[in-house]
């Protein structure tokens, strides 16, 4: 199945276990987000990212578990991040950890794409139940 959809997000900036050197900019932040559409739930999770003293170049890693409702499913999983930037151009990964899915949403797996037009966050999930 794919659906999409839009959702919310709030971070907070947390202590880091470490300083960046040599111009790079590390930083931990706290993840909370509301999905609307065909997946109705609310997400908490973390964030680490580096930022180096090139323009548009940076990563980020995040792990965060989503509760609520997919499909008419009710339960949790957890999606796994891996974001790069590479002067200006990005990628990013987010799939569904294997075997996170509780309850109605257990044998989950697929990937969310996610995109930001003028300040609005949107998410594209193409998922299945095995």
Request: aromatic share 8%.
């Amino acid at each position: 199945m794919k659906i999409s959809g839009q959702f919310a997000v709030k971070m907070e900036p947390l202590a880091s276990s470490f300083q960046g050197q040599d111009g790079v900019q590390i930083a931990r932040m706290a993840l909370d987000k509301h999905f609307s559409g065909e997946l109705e739930a609310h997400s908490v999770g973390e964030m680490l990212s580096a930022v180096t003293s090139t323009e548009g170049s940076a990563g980020y890693v995040a792990i965060e578990q989503v509760t609520g409702t997919l499909a008419g499913r009710q339960g949790s999983f957890v999606l796994q991040h891996l974001g790069t930037m590479n002067q200006g151009k990005p990628e990013l990964t987010l799939v569904v950890v294997p075997d996170s899915g509780s309850d109605g949403l257990q044998g989950l797996s697929g990937q969310m794409a996610i995109r930001i037009e003028e300040g609005l966050h949107f998410y594209e999930f193409e998922f299945e139940f095995g």
